[in-house]
């Protein structure tokens, strides 16, 4: 999403902009309880952050508690002039257990705890679309709601 944002932007501004990739794994609050062998990411930062303006760009806020180990991940590379983040579905800040606002959201979307957000890209072999599906007790989804683009 991110690498797709990144050529719609050089698009309008006729300037390649530098873009990285930052595994947060190890900065998890959770990461021992994500399964006996946690699948580890690379991070891959081409260019200085110093005094940049950085954009964390995920797909779903929910709880916010993705940004918060991105943040202190980003820290390590550098000390930006300003960090901001962009998400595709913001899901509302009624049940957000870190309180942060994205500052760029494609689309608002107030969901219920029982409820869970899925992305799907053409990269990824889908097409173009998110999904609120149901969530039917700890495993398994029931019923879906879509939009695409």
């Given amino acids: 999403m991110a690498q797709r944002l990144r050529r719609e932007i050089t698009k309008l501004h006729e300037e390649e902009l530098p873009a990285g990739v930052l595994d ?6 959770n990461w021992t309880r994500i399964g006996l062998n946690p699948k580890l990411g690379s ?3 081409p260019f200085s952050i110093d ?9 779903v806020l929910f709880p916010g508690r993705t940004i918060r180990p991105a943040l202190d991940a980003s820290i390590d590379f550098g000390r930006p002039q300003k960090v901001e983040q962009a998400v595709l579905v913001g899901r509302g800040e009624k049940q957000r257990e870190v309180q942060v606002k994205a500052n760029y959201v494609a689309k608002e979307w107030e969901t219920s705890g029982n409820e869970t957000i899925t992305v799907y890209f053409k990269e990824e072999g889908f097409g173009d679309q998110v999904a609120a599906e149901e969530k039917k007790g700890e495993l398994g989804i029931r019923g879906a709601s879509w939009f695409q683009q």
């Fill in 24 to 29: 947060i794994n190890l900065y998890r609050d």
């Fill in 43 to 45: 991070t891959k930062i």
């Fill in 51 to 59: 005094d940049r303006i950085i954009i964390l760009v995920d797909d």
